[in-house]
């Protein structure tokens, strides 16, 4: 299974909606993660089961999709959300997307 | 509160085997999976392989002729071996922990903080 990130830079301001789109090469199931990760940090996980908040990520922060199509939604950008983000898939094995990265 | 730190050499000669260990704190190695991701400079994250507490494993296809993954319960370690390094083996290596089961799958929800590998002569 490959994923596929879209789109590779994404621009926008604080108080801005960031809509991070992850497609999967087949069809999958819903076992689909993302992560931030910010320079020098390992990556953080934000969402798991595909629309799970992990523990301590903020509501502004949601994840939707099924099938082949999954989206990480980041409502109203705090300046520590600029960074880069990843979706992730466990099927047989575990892969990650080639990653978003959101700027100012 | 579960914590992972990575240890091993930041330099490997090309051809041999990068060795790296991963110390389990704060809580138990057993009922969770453990893995091993990396990234290279300026690149995006790679899973290598998992092993779980009980001692199966699973590798990435593109990297299981060479690679290792074991546990050391008694110690609350696991490691990663990797043969025949080359110059595309350098990055930052990663161990991390998930839990899944048979209709959840909860992420990679506890990471390292990584140890930077070098592949050079």
């Known amino acids: 299974i490959v994923l596929t990130q879209s789109p590779a830079t994404l621009s926008l301001s604080p108080g801005g909606t960031a809509t991070l789109s992850c497609r999967a090469s087949?069809?999958?199931?819903?076992?689909l993660a993302w992560y931030q990760q910010k320079p020098g940090q390992p990556p953080r996980l934000l969402i798991y089961?595909?629309?799970n908040r992990a523990t301590g990520i903020p509501a502004r922060f949601s994840g939707s999709g099924s099938g082949k199509d999954f989206t990480l939604t980041i409502s109203s950008l705090e300046p520590e959300d600029f960074a880069v983000y990843y979706c992730?898939?466990?099927?047989?094995?575990?892969?990650f997307g080639g990653g978003t990265k959101v700027e100012i | 509160q579960v914590q992972l730190q990575e240890s091993g050499p930041g330099l490997v000669k090309p051809s041999e085997t990068l060795s790296l260990t991963c110390t389990v704190s704060?809580?138990?190695?057993?009922?969770?999976?453990w893995n091993w991701v990396r990234q290279s400079p300026g690149k995006g994250l790679e899973w290598i392989g998992y092993?779980?507490?009980?001692?199966?494993?699973n590798y990435n296809p593109s990297l299981e002729s060479r690679v290792t993954i074991s546990l050391d319960a008694s110690k609350n370690q696991f490691a990663l071996q990797l043969t025949s390094v080359t110059a595309a083996d350098t990055a930052r290596y990663y161990c991390?922990?998930?839990?899944?089961?048979?209709?959840?799958?909860?992420?990679?929800?506890?990471w390292g903080q990584g140890t930077t590998v070098t592949v050079s002569s």
């Open positions: 991390a922990r998930h839990v899944e089961g048979v209709q959840y799958f909860y992420g990679l929800d506890v």
């Open positions: 992730q898939h466990r099927s047989r094995w575990l892969t």
């Open positions: 089961d595909t629309s």
């Open positions: 704060g809580g138990s190695i057993n009922s969770y999976y």
């Open positions: 087949l069809t999958v199931s819903g076992y």
């Open positions: 092993i779980y507490y009980s001692g199966t494993t």
